[in-house]
């Protein structure tokens, strides 16, 4: 998810900055997202192993569209006053990412993760139930051919505390990096 976002948020936000390469960057975009990324595991594994390298690059990939639709959205509808605001006192390109862009994003973005966190580790388990020997999505289908349901349940758990952990994780992260959209939110509950 890391990952992910370190590639989609940087082009999200530069999409929603840029219409001229946006025009041409999002046909591809919308022609590619739809594939299922999930049917490219036997190919990602053929270049890059069976090792973890292989699971971090497919939930990379399948993530880092939905988070870059998101941020570019976001990153378009910011409105115009806001970027001649900050034009009109001097600030640079940097400084209108800095203070109204990433700002601006942020929000949707750690929600989009947050929401992303059961298609990763969906994803995860499939990979690992895939040509490997190791980890939770092994695990589980391993003891389910032994028969042995009681240990394949625990990782069944396991798997899912993960997944439960990384949300409370981005949801405290949104909390607190984003105090100011909460107080938004507030007044209008």
């Known amino acids: 998810m890391f990952f992910a976002a370190l590639i989609g948020v940087p082009l999200g936000l530069w999409l929603g900055q840029n219409k001229r390469w946006d025009r041409y960057a999002y046909p591809l975009i919308y022609t590619t997202y739809p594939i299922p990324k999930i049917t490219l595991l036997p190919i990602i594994i053929l270049f890059l192993g069976i090792g973890d390298l292989s699971k971090i690059f497919l939930i990379s990939l399948i993530l880092v569209f939905q988070i870059l639709v998101i941020v570019r959205d976001d990153s378009k509808n910011i409105p115009e006053e806001y970027i001649f605001s900050l034009r009109s006192l001097g600030a640079s390109k940097m400084q209108i990412l ?4 990433f700002p601006a994003c942020l929000p949707a973005t750690l929600t989009a993760l947050r929401l992303n966190v059961a298609v990763s580790i969906a994803v995860l388990y499939l990979a690992e139930s895939f040509a490997t020997n190791s ?22 758990l396991a798997m899912s505390l993960i997944g439960a952990l990384l949300f409370i994780v981005l949801y405290y992260l949104e909390e607190r990096l984003c105090r100011w959209s909460q107080a938004g939110k507030q007044k209008h509950n």
């Open 98 to 101: 800095k203070y109204v862009y």
């Open 135 to 156: 980890g939770l999505g092994f695990y589980i289908m391993d003891t389910w051919q032994r028969l042995s349901y009681a240990k394949m349940y625990a990782g069944v």
